[in-house]
């Protein structure tokens, strides 16, 4: 831990944990105020990738703070061994635990997908593609708005550009990225996509007993709406999920186009209602 770190903040428990760095609750005694600090350990990352994806999280935080649906960045402090990143504190769940305990109503999801698309929207117009979008990421401040986490395997790509690397998570990987394909911006909209289909039905749309099984399934990507589990969805929100689950790239939403479906709109209200 940086010198300077400890000058100016003191470090409190562990919060949460991922694959390289630590979270925990630290205290700024000149505010007052209680923040997040993710620490990592630099030294057993020998790889290039893993080195790089290191130093562009606190980067790209940057670039896309203040937002509201996005987890503001406050201070970085580096040294040769650890890079620690001072952020705001969330509460201490996140849209996973939600979603394993109950399905959402329109309304509700409707609300949650809207404040997960304006933070996609607020990225892809400053060239970040997230390409891990899923619940374990997606935290809540104080007043229940959703702000959009760990930007460890984001990317900055300027306009049209594309990129490659199998990088994300099995239920919510797009099929482009599983294929080797070049991909672009429209991997974190499938995702959400697969999000909102999780929300309203309580499992996901492709399922598998393993990550090859999943993969399979992504891959053959039949997007269906069983009738026993979708009776109580509303065609717009049906509507709305083709447009992102969409195996299409040129065919699937952009994040702004999503923002404006009338589901999102009307707050998850079918139009006759
Ligand atoms: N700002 C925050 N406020 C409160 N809790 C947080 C905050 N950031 C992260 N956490 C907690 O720590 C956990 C891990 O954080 P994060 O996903 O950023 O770490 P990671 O090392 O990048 O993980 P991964 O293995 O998914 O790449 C989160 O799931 C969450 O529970």
């Known amino acids: 831990m940086c010198e300077a770190f400890k000058n100016n903040y003191q470090l409190c428990e562990e919060i949460g944990r991922g694959k390289f760095g630590t979270i925990s609750r630290c205290f700024h005694p000149i505010s007052g105020s209680f923040f ?10 020998t790889d290039p990738t893993d080195r790089e994806c290191l130093e562009n999280e606190p980067k790209i935080m940057t670039l ?25 504190l969330c509460e201490p769940f996140t849209l996973y635990d939600k979603i394993v305990q109950r399905t959402f109503s329109d309304g509700e999801a409707a609300s949650l997908m809207k404040q997960l698309l304006e933070a996609l929207s607020h990225c892809h117009k400053l060239g ?16 229940n708005n959703l702000k959009v986490a760990d930007f460890g395997s984001a990317v900055w790509l300027p306009e049209g550009r594309c990129i490659g690397g199998v990088v994300g998570t099995p239920y919510y990987i797009a099929p482009e990225v599983l294929m080797g394909r070049e991909y672009n911006e429209k991997v974190d909209v499938w995702s959400a996509g697969v999000i909102l289909y999780i929300m309203l039905a309580g499992v996901p749309p492709f399922y598998g ?19 026993r589990i979708f009776r109580t969805v509303s065609p717009e929100a049906k509507d709305l999920l083709r447009k992102m689950i969409c195996r299409d790239v040129s065919k699937r939403f952009s994040a702004d186009q999503a923002l404006r479906h009338p589901w999102i709109q009307n707050g998850g209200e079918s139009a006759e209602e």
């Not at 201070?75 to 705001?88: A, H, K, Q, R």
């Not at 997230?130 to 809540?140: I, Q, T």
């Open 128 to 143: 970040v593609v997230h390409r891990d979008v899923k619940p374990e990421n997606l935290l809540f401040d104080g007043r």
């Open 209 to 227: 007993e393993s990550a090859a099984e999943i993969f399979e399934a992504v891959l053959r990507g039949n997007l269906r709406f069983p009738t």
């Open 36 to 45: 997040a600090c993710k620490t990592i350990d630099k030294r057993p990352l």
């Open 64 to 88: 896309l703070s203040p937002h509201p649906n996005i987890v503001k960045i406050l201070d970085v402090f580096e040294n040769d061994d650890s890079l620690s990143m001072v952020m705001e």
